[in-house]
Structure formats: structure tokens, C-alpha cells
């Protein structure tokens, strides 16, 4: 019987640790999308920005546009925060970008995109986030 509680207590410590880790990786405010696209745009996507933010992608289906908003998880002073949106594969240059200093959010940067993968991407303070080759037609 001893051997049974001994596993049970150091699967339950373990158990107890992981936990822990796992809700302090979380940031304590999350970005959230505020519909700084405009009308008729829904988000289809998005990824960390590390523990800094999130980067939104969102789509208008009736107009065929992508639109990305690279958002900090709290506003405070201006520091540099990128978003960037492209057609796979993006190659050397964004062909929507936006980068600057701001309190809360870049963008919102626009791309016609229907029927086609696309690449997009936020920063902020050298961290980034996005993916590529997704969200396709």
C-alpha cells in the first residue's frame, strides 16, 4: 500500500507543478479583437506575440479581403509594434506592412486575397508572432 501512495502523491505533485507552469506562461490580460477591421470583418485566425500580444487575422467575405491588427495585451507608452500581411509566400518585402510606435495596436493593414493562402505577421519589441501558407480560399 505504501508503494500506491507514494506514485499517487508524486503524480498529484507533479501534476500540481505542470499546472502551475502552464498558468504562469498565460499572460495575465490577454489582447482581445476589438473590431478595429471595420464592418463585416471576422477574425479566421491569430497567433501569440509571445506574452507581449496577439496578431489577428480577420476576413470580410463579401470583399475578398484579408485584414491583420498586431495587438498588445495592455496599452502603455509607445513601443514598436509591426504588422504585416502578404500572398504566399510573403518573399522579401510585406506587401501590406505598418510599423511604428503605438500605445495599443498596428494596423489595421489590408490585402485582397481570395482564393489564395497568405502569410501575416505581428511584432512587437522584436517579438513575433503569425503563421504562413494558411487560411487558404
Do not use: Q
Not at 19 to 44: H, Q, W
Not at 104 to 121: F, R, T
Not at 130 to 136: E, F, I
Amino acid at each position: 500500500m505504501k508503494l500506491v501512495k507514494t506514485a499517487t502523491a508524486t503524480v498529484a505533485c507533479t501534476a500540481t507543478v505542470v499546472a502551475g507552469a502552464l498558468a504562469a506562461a498565460t499572460p495575465a490580460y490577454a489582447a482581445t479583437y476589438g473590431g478595429e477591421c471595420g464592418s463585416g470583418y471576422g477574425v479566421v485566425n491569430s497567433a501569440a506575440i509571445g506574452a507581449k500580444g496577439t496578431v489577428f487575422l480577420t476576413y470580410n467575405s463579401s470583399t475578398g479581403k484579408n485584414c491583420v491588427v498586431a495587438k498588445r495585451n495592455t496599452a502603455g507608452s509607445a513601443v514598436l509594434i509591426e504588422a504585416g500581411l502578404a500572398v504566399h509566400p510573403v518573399g522579401n518585402h510585406w506587401t501590406a506592412y505598418e510599423g511604428g510606435y503605438f500605445t495599443s495596436y498596428a494596423g489595421p493593414i489590408y490585402l485582397s486575397a481570395a482564393d489564395k493562402c497568405v502569410d501575416w505577421m505581428g511584432r512587437i519589441s522584436g517579438t513575433e508572432g503569425g503563421k504562413r501558407g494558411t487560411n487558404c480560399g
